[in-house]
């Protein structure tokens, strides 16, 4: 058995968890906009939330997201007194605080993942006891019923505690300049080697970086093909995406040997670390058949790399932060 505690950024570990397990089932109170790229549920999978008028009304869960979770596959249940977050799957139990919002992965939450097969159970069994105490299957009909009820948005008081509509945040750590998608290729630079050109950095950002980040180093193997500081960019090899990285320096040249250079990459720590291109094309804004677009059309490039456009931009950031907006960040 193995039981971890989880008080930092925790949507990635949730969904993590989720992700590719059997049958789920999750009692989550309150549904953000964004839940099902938080909690990625699909076909016989099990869902139980709060979608009391004066909830759907408030914002604290927004009925297009239960659609979409309907449109999966997913059985969609509401309960007007729960309050709880928990989840069970085939492997591991969550029980914690963070609603699926873009609001509690702001918030400071926190939550158990364990994959004790007693509290998986007991998790599963709470879910099916509070769906048959409820009764209140979201069928088409009141699907409908809570759409116009969230589009008019009745006045009603807030309820203390949980998520309220989400404003337009920009929910990414860095100013775009750049974005690119970059065929990742093995670096040859010797441990010696790169502690000697991170040491050449005396004068940029490493010392003023915050808790939270980490850097590491990318080769450059001809000073034409070096980025600029700022610039985004997204690793690809031939089964993963990577999530962005900023370029975080300038052209770095080993002082004994100047063709040998880099530059420095700064990662957010508490980032999913990759994804398997199929799961990216099923998250990708565009759908599966634009992200293979980009892939063929990075194929084709010499340069192993290809600027992003906008809209492309928008969609891969989203995958990592779902509640991020173009707009917003200009």
């Known amino acids: 058995m193995v039981t971890r505690f989880h008080s930092q950024a925790v949507w ?9 397990a059997g049958r789920t ?22 869902l139980l939330v709060n979608a009391s008028d004066q909830n759907v009304a408030s914002g604290a869960t927004n009925p297009y997201a239960l659609e979409r979770f309907i ?10 007194i729960l309050h709880a977050k928990v989840i069970s799957t085939d492997r ?10 873009a609001s509690s992965a702001r918030a400071s939450e926190a939550v158990l993942i364990t994959t004790d097969r007693e509290t998986r159970k007991e998790v599963r069994e709470f879910v099916e006891h509070e769906i048959e105490a409820s009764g209140g299957k979201i069928t088409s009909s009141k699907l409908s019923d809570l759409k116009k009820i969230f589009d008019a ?6 309820i203390t505690g949980v998520n309220t509509p989400e404003p337009q945040v920009f929910g990414f750590p860095w100013e775009l300049n750049k974005i690119y998608i970059v065929r990742w290729i093995d670096a040859d630079l010797t441990p010696d080697e790169v502690v000697e050109l991170l040491q050449q950095e005396k004068k940029g950002s ?24 700022g ?8 089964t993963h995406v990577f999530p962005p990285v900023r370029i975080d320096s300038d ?10 250079m880099g530059q420095v990459t700064l990662h957010k720590v508490d980032t999913k670390k990759e994804l398997r291109l199929e799961t990216v094309g099923r998250r990708y804004e565009h759908g599966p058949e634009a992200f293979d677009t980009l892939l063929q059309k990075i194929d084709k490039t010499h340069d192993e790399f290809l600027e992003l456009s906008a809209d492309d931009c928008e969609g891969l950031i989203k995958i990592w932060y779902p509640e991020f907006t173009l707009n917003s960040g200009s």
């Open 153 to 158: 948005g009745a006045p009603s008081h807030r």
């Open 206 to 229: 490493l010392r003023q970086r915050k808790t939270g980040f980490r850097f590491d180093l990318l080769q450059i193997v001809e000073k034409e093909g070096a980025f600029s500081r």
């Open 12 to 20: 990635p570990h949730i969904t993590n968890v989720v992700e590719g």
């Open 71 to 80: 449109n999966s596959g997913v059985e969609v249940h509401t309960s007007s």
């Open 25 to 46: 089932y999750a009692a989550i109170a309150f549904i953000g906009k964004d839940a099902p790229e938080r909690l990625p549920l699909g076909l016989g999978d099990v």
């Open 92 to 101: 591991h139990a969550v029980v914690g605080s963070a609603n699926a919002s």
């Open 231 to 238: 610039d985004i960019i997204f690793f690809i090899n031939d």
């Open 251 to 260: 052209l770095i040249h080993h002082e004994a040997n100047e063709s040998r």
